[in-house]
């Protein structure tokens, strides 16, 4: 168990390395795992350091660093799939927007669904299956296998699947777990609090079957409840008969009036490995009204000038995507289905410039106007081994994202009037030379795919964007994309209600990811508390530790 900013990376990473020497078994290997690629990267990379610093070389023998969903689709689900699911290739990922999939329903007892919509859960070994995208509904189970058999059997299993085909293959397959447990004696899990129930069920086959589990992670950092992630099996697996827990209470990332408020919202009392800096450093809060965001921006900006943090070090975080988006400023949303898609990548690439979801949506667009059989191509692109026929067809998509002019047209064009018509005439030219170009074949109908629907007679980029004003210099994300960061600077922008949970502590799941939010900051945390309710919260917010900056601040 450990604390926010206790070093869980480095202490993981010599774990391993010291398992691996310990492992008496040339053929067993040490899996690290964890739950994001950002997380697995820096892994990697640390591991790479320790093994050329101790003159090892970048050596990986006997080692597997991955996310768990990445060790089981590697290990189970890509090799041994298809007896299960019942298809002739290996299975793939798909996101769930692939054209081919509309084919593919499942039926709650009034409507059909999208097969992909199927959440699956299980509890004490039986499954549950529901669907709907608010209110969520019970599907019987012969249904929602059905459904699933269905879409298998075709090789696509979707993110939500992949862990009800994993724990079918483990189980109706019992020579792959074997298998499994003899290649892994020894896996040790990061973020163990995000382990949710269908995690934990393939790990406990490999544990009764033999595996060794080292978990690490923070109960007080659990922002996955909503995926049945509830931190109960980090909490309870250290009073297990011969596991070992251990604690690591010093934090090495904040400075002490950060760490302060930490220790008062999650009621622990963690040291600090930081001194307090001679500049300006520590846990504020400041007013926000909705209407006037660039004011708030503003003031952030001011303050990471008064701490002299640069301003491309200052990350503003939200609670939810929607949050993220509005604060960034990014366009309403013109445009329906694939150019809906299109329109995306626009904005991405010409307002957030961030060219790397802008490649992301306009993929999903060009795979729209590709044949039904070509749904696996978004993942395909994904990879970070490609074929060599996908590295091209990647950097062909990607010269057609990156220039206005002659691919993606300019959000600065009128949406219906201009936008619209340049995109229809390059996208069809773009996917019939991709296709000439590396045997794709084209769908039907690229007009109705491309039809100008939902688009106004304005641009795509809001007006501000246009008259120049400031660009966003602020990366702005939601507290679950920064997981696991150290950030310089950190605004957290709370609602009433964020903020009345993130001051309860970390009983509830908002109040834990205001507590992941403010365990970001190194140097400086800004709390933007809505104007209208200030005065109700600033005694609490003083006495919490938040201190209100002087004028001389701003
Ligand atoms: N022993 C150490 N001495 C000095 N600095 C350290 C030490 N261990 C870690 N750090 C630094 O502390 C910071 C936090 O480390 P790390 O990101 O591994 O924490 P963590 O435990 O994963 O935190 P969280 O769970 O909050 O994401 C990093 O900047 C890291 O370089």
């Not at 206790?6 to 899996?31: C, F, N, P």
């Not at 591991?47 to 597997?64: K, T, V, W």
């Not at 400086?524 to 917010?541: N, R």
Request: charged share 25%; net charge positive.
């Amino acid at each position: 168990m450990a604390c926010a900013g206790s070093g869980k990376t480095k202490t993981a990473v010599h774990r391993l390395i010291e398992m691996r020497r310990l492992l008496d078994d040339a053929h067993g290997m040490v899996a690290l795992l964890s739950f994001s690629n950002v997380a697995v990267e820096t892994f990697k990379k640390d591991y790479y350091a320790l093994m050329q610093g101790s003159g090892a070389g970048r050596r990986s023998f006997g080692i597997e660093i991955d996310t768990v969903d990445g060790f089981i689709t590697t290990n189970v689900l890509r090799p041994h799939g298809h007896r299960t699911m019942g298809c002739n290739r290996a299975p793939y990922l798909v996101e769930g927007r692939e054209p081919f999939l509309k084919s593919f329903t499942v039926y709650d007892g009034e409507r059909n669904n999208p097969t992909t919509d199927i959440r699956i859960t299980v509890d004490a070994g039986v499954f549950n299956f529901q669907v709907g995208s608010r209110s969520l509904k019970t599907v019987v189970p012969s249904e929602a296998r059905r459904a699933l058999q269905k879409l298998g059997s075709h090789g696509a299993y979707t993110h939500g699947s992949a862990r009800y085909w994993v724990l079918r293959i483990l189980k109706e397959q019992p020579f792959v777990l074997r298998a499994l447990v003899r290649r892994y004696p020894h896996i040790l899990v990061d973020e163990a609090q995000d382990i949710g129930a269908e995690h934990q069920a393939i790990l406990e086959l490999m544990i009764a079957a033999g595996t060794k589990l080292s978990l690490i992670g923070d109960s007080h950092q659990g922002i996955y409840e909503f995926a049945h992630a509830n931190g109960a099996f980090l909490a309870e697996y250290g009073t297990r008969p011969g596991v070992t827990s251990q604690q690591l209470n010093i934090n090495y990332r904040s400075v002490p009036a950060i760490l302060k408020v930490a220790n008062i919202l999650s009621g622990r009392n963690d040291g600090a490995h930081r001194q307090d800096k001679g500049t300006l450093s520590g846990a504020f809060y400041v007013p926000f009204q909705k209407t006037e965001k660039e004011k708030t921006l503003a003031v952030f900006r001011s303050l990471l000038n008064v701490a002299k943090i640069d301003e491309k070090h200052g990350v503003v975080l939200c609670r939810s995507a929607d949050w993220a988006l509005d604060w960034s400023g990014a366009g309403d949303g013109q445009g329906q289905g694939i150019v809906r898609s299109f329109a995306e990548a626009t904005i991405c690439r010409d307002k957030l410039h961030n060219m790397a979801d802008a490649f992301a949506h306009a993929s999903a667009g060009v795979v729209g106007l590709l044949a039904d059989k070509h749904g696996d191509l978004i993942s395909r692109l994904a990879k970070s081994r490609m074929e060599p026929q996908d590295v091209k067809i990647k950097r062909a998509i990607w010269t057609f994202v990156k220039d206005p002019a002659t691919g993606l047209p300019s959000g600065t064009l009128l949406a219906d009037k201009e936008w619209h018509p340049s995109l229809s005439t390059r996208a069809k030219a773009f996917v019939q030379k991709l296709a000439a170009d590396h045997g794709l074949t084209v769908a039907d109908n690229l007009g109705q795919r491309l039809a100008k629907k939902a688009l106004e007679n304005r641009p795509l980029l809001k007006l501000p964007d246009l008259a120049g004003a400031q660009p966003v210099k602020f990366r702005i994300s939601t507290v679950h994309k920064a997981k696991g960061e150290s950030l310089e600077a950190v605004m957290y922008v709370a609602s009433k209600e964020h903020l009345r949970q993130l001051l309860d502590g970390t009983a509830t799941e908002v109040g834990r990811i205001g507590y992941v939010a403010v365990t970001r900051a190194k140097d400086l945390f800004v709390l933007a508390v809505p104007k209208s309710c200030l005065a109700e919260f600033e005694p609490e917010l003083i006495a919490k530790g938040f201190q209100k900056p002087g004028i001389a601040d701003y």
